[in-house]
């Protein structure tokens, strides 16, 4: 089952979480047992797990992301923002997919662990795209 979701970033950069719209769509796809394929198809964002209960791991994930990758305006490519080459390397530093384990028809994830489109160039309108399988 392929299901897209829409995401609407609010910030220059951000960690969205998006733990209950991949939860809400492996249960409408009605799947108990398999995995689910997250792919954010922008090249200036990503996705990643990480904590989600304490803000200050956003902080600290988007501060150290900025000190190993500062927006510039000194690189070859620059496209229509200061940040959009800086995004393009986040982007690839970070990843642009997860797979996620799904039982009993929720995706497997730690306690304190939220799934999150990471947006380096925002705000933007952005989509997720999940392939989700039995099995």
């Known amino acids: 089952m392929f299901i897209t979701i829409d995401v609407k970033t609010n910030q220059r950069q951000e960690l969205y979480l998006v733990t209950d719209a991949v939860q809400n769509a492996i249960?409408?796809?009605?799947?108990k047992e398999g995995i689910c394929l997250?792919?954010?198809?922008?090249?200036?964002a990503g996705v990643t797990i990480n904590s989600y209960l304490d803000p200050a791991t956003a902080a600290d994930l988007q501060d150290e992301i900025d000190r190993i990758v500062p927006t510039r305006t000194d690189f070859k490519h620059i496209f229509d923002t200061p940040s959009d080459?800086?995004?393009?390397?986040?982007?690839?530093?970070?990843?642009?997919?997860?797979?996620?384990?799904?039982?009993?028809?929720k995706a497997v994830l730690g306690h304190s662990q939220g799934l999150f489109l990471w947006e380096y160039d925002?705000?933007?309108?952005?989509?997720?795209?999940?392939k989700i399988i039995a099995g």
């Open 38 to 44: 997250i792919f954010c198809p922008h090249t200036t």
């Open 122 to 130: 925002g705000p933007r309108s952005r989509r997720l795209q999940l």
């Open 85 to 105: 080459a800086a995004g393009h390397i986040k982007a690839s530093l970070i990843g642009s997919h997860l797979m996620v384990i799904i039982k009993e028809g």
């Open 27 to 31: 249960a409408e796809s009605g799947i």
